[in-house]
């Protein structure tokens, strides 16, 4: 990954944290490398440990052995809604009750917590349809206070 010194004064939180996934980072000055920001210490990723063995929400499922195949699959698009099918999820389609709870939130929170538009339509749709969020990135949803948050680490 690349960065400007610019970038590296005003988005330092952002490449750190590129940094703390394992991430190289070099720094470039007038469009020359100047500087490299490596992490600490490299962090074997957990499927590379456990040679792909199942993991997280994955790791009940009887119906997929293969999870690099299976994403592979689902990102063709066609199989979503086989996947939903057999995860028994249910599709919520946004109405008018969520678009204005949405746009309330994303007025209400935009400023001080930059709350975008895709994270306000989902919480919408949660409190509307009154089930709780499954989410591994709850930070963007704490400062809804009556949105039931409930974390999973991946």
Request: zero cysteines; charged letters at 30%; aromatic letters at 10%.
């Amino acid at each position: 990954m690349k960065a400007t010194a610019k970038d590296l004064r005003f988005y330092s939180k952002e490449l750190l944290e590129a940094a703390n996934r394992g991430e190289e980072i070099v720094i470039t000055y007038r469009g020359k490398p100047y500087a490299k920001l490596v992490p600490i210490e490299k962090r074997p990723k957990v499927a590379e440990e456990e040679g792909h063995a199942l993991f997280g929400i994955w790791k009940d499922n009887d119906q997929i052995q293969n999870v690099e195949e299976y994403l592979k699959l689902l990102r063709k698009g066609r199989f979503i809604r086989k996947a939903l099918r057999q995860w028994n999820s249910k599709i919520v389609y946004i109405n008018e009750e969520i678009s204005a709870k949405a746009i309330f939130f994303v007025e209400r929170h935009y400023l001080s917590h930059t709350l975008q538009l895709a994270d306000a339509l989902i919480a919408a749709t949660a409190l509307t349809s009154g089930i709780p969020l499954l989410t591994a990135n709850d930070k963007h949803y704490r400062v809804i206070k009556e949105l039931e948050i409930k974390k999973f680490r991946p």
